[in-house]
């Protein structure tokens, strides 16, 4: 490789994660269902939901759900209706690094 007339460069590690941009939480057209989107991270390897509600719901497991992708934009189904919730988003890569979003506040309801 050094003798090939190419430069030779070396792969820095990443030692950080930046915040996610971009964070949104819509509702669609499914009956508690919701789209999260934010920017692709670099080094980001896993993104967690944490849906966090802020009304009263019947189903005590419910009170706080995690979901996880490996993609920056994902569907979450199986929400209660008419709930008000936090959602906030963390973003995992190697190394323990993690980083999250500022948490957005929103009614899960289904857009006709």
């Known amino acids: 490789m050094l003798s090939s007339g190419f430069t030779v460069t070396e792969k820095k590690p990443i030692n950080h994660l930046d915040d996610p941009e971009n964070f949104t939480v819509k509702n669609t057209t499914k009956e508690g269902v919701v789209a999260v989107n934010c920017d692709k991270l670099v080094g980001a390897t896993n993104y967690m939901l944490e849906v966090v509600y802020k009304t009263v719901v019947t189903d005590p497991y419910k009170l706080k759900v995690t979901f996880n992708s490996t993609r920056c934009r ?39």
């Open 74 to 112: 994902f569907e979450v189904s199986g929400l209660v209706e008419g709930a008000e919730a936090s959602f906030q988003l963390i973003a995992t890569g190697s190394k323990f690094k993690i980083s999250s979003t500022q948490p957005i506040i929103k009614v899960i309801k289904r857009n006709d």
